[in-house]
């Protein structure tokens, strides 16, 4: 079975910071992939942050520098690092691994995290 396990959520001030962790607690896999998505009050679930295996990363277009994604495949473990948070912030944040499995490539998505930014 395989659990992911997320925690750093909270509510925090425009302006601050927060960083995330993901870690799956279940069997381990071979990780392909790791990343962060987040889903805003009435909004459709959006890509944060991914990291492949081979180091290669990615961020949504709105993060523009404020946002650092980081990992460790061997320990099946993924942060994102979140500096000058505002409102607009606000959302539901999911961390995602893609983990092989006998061969197999399967998603598994955590529970969700919420992260409120506000005064």
């Known amino acids: 079975q395989v659990q992911l396990v997320e925690s750093g959520g909270g509510l925090v001030q425009p302006g601050g910071s927060l960083n995330l962790s993901c870690a799956n607690s279940g069997s381990a896999g071979t990780v392909y992939g790791m990343g962060w998505y987040r889903q805003g009050p009435e909004k459709q679930r959006e890509l944060v942050a991914t990291m492949s295996s081979g180091g290669y990363i990615k961020y949504g277009d709105f993060v523009e520098g404020r946002f650092t994604i980081s990992g460790d495949s061997a320990k099946s473990t993924v942060y994102l690092q979140m500096d000058s948070l505002n409102p607009e912030a606000t959302a539901v944040y999911y961390c995602?691994?893609?983990?092989?499995?006998?061969?197999?490539?399967?998603?598994?998505w955590g529970q969700g995290t919420q992260v409120p930014v506000s005064s």
């Open positions: 995602l691994m893609a983990l092989g499995y006998g061969g197999h490539r399967h998603d598994y």
